[in-house]
T-cell receptor, first 115, second 112 residues
Framework: DAGVIQSPRHEVTEMGQEVTLRCKPI?????LFWYRQTMMRGLELLIY????????DSGMPEDRFSAKMPNASFSTLKIQPSEPRDSAVYFC?????????????FGEGSRLTVL | KQEVTQIPAALSVPEGENLVLNCSFT??????LQWFRQDPGKGLTSLLL?????REQTSGRLNASLDKSSGRSTLYIAASQPGDSATYLC???????????FGSGTRLLVRP
């Protein structure tokens, strides 16, 4: 399998612009997670889905952030409008859940810079 | 609220040395614990996963142990190599949630 695939790998945008990050989980995985990594706060869970349904979005910073999973093979994280404090690396991860070991597999991340 | 701590934050050792990385957590009601490796500018690579019913897991030169009662896990790396240089993160998930809660990591440098 190709692993978790994220795009774009790098995004530079200006404050106020809309940003869309994309993720393709490992085929057959029924859990999908969005994490954000910064130097100050480390890795933080933003939201996770089970069978395309959002289960816990308590980590989403504010209404400017939204995430969708229209089908089992695709998810998006959208920031509108973007702000400089949103600059971070955003990771997507997927898992088979606890019917298996629950092991998480991460993508390479999308590095976002908001000027 | 579960908190995960990793000590030390950074470690520099000569090649060939055996070393131990530490991870502690405050709530022992964990479902599993995972150790990851992260290279600069890269994603996280899963190294070892220990279920709450297990005491240790081994993969090659890596051995991870889990002591739930004391809220600790250790990652033992035998005969370290420069290619082991990376940041190592531990993370726990709870019975009540699928969330992985991460420590801040230990940055390891193995000097040739």
């Amino acid at each position: 399998d190709a692993g978790v695939i994220q795009s774009p790998r790098h995004e530079v945008t200006e404050m106020g612009q809309e940003v869309t990050l994309r993720c393709k989980p490992i085929s057959g995985h029924d859990y999908l997670f969005w994490y954000r990594q910064t130097m100050m706060r480390g890795l933080e869970l933003l939201i996770y889905f089970n069978n395309n349904v959002p289960i816990d979005d308590s980590g989403m910073p504010e209404d400017r952030f939204s995430a969708k999973m229209p089908n089992a093979s695709f998810s998006t994280l959208k920031i509108q409008p973007s702000e400089p404090r949103d600059s971070a690396v955003y990771f997507c991860a997927s898992s088979l859940g606890r019917s298996n070991t629950g092991e998480l597999f991460f993508g390479e991340g999308s590095r976002l810079t908001v000027l | 609220k579960q908190e995960v701590t990793q000590i030390p934050a950074a470690l520099s050792v000569p090649e060939g040395e055996n070393l131990v990385l530490n991870c502690s957590f405050t709530d022992s009601a964990i479902y599993n614990l995972q150790w990851f490796r992260q290279d600069p500018g890269k994603g996280l690579t899963s190294l070892l996963l220990i279920q709450s019913s297990q005491r240790e897991q081994t993969s090659g030169r890596l051995n991870a142990s889990l002591d739930k009662s004391s809220g600790r896990s250790t990652l033992y790396i035998a005969a370290s190599q420069p290619g082991d240089s990376a940041t190592y993160l531990c993370a726990v998930s709870m019975w009540s949630s699928y969330k992985l809660i991460f420590g801040s990591g230990t940055r390891l440098l193995v000097r040739p």
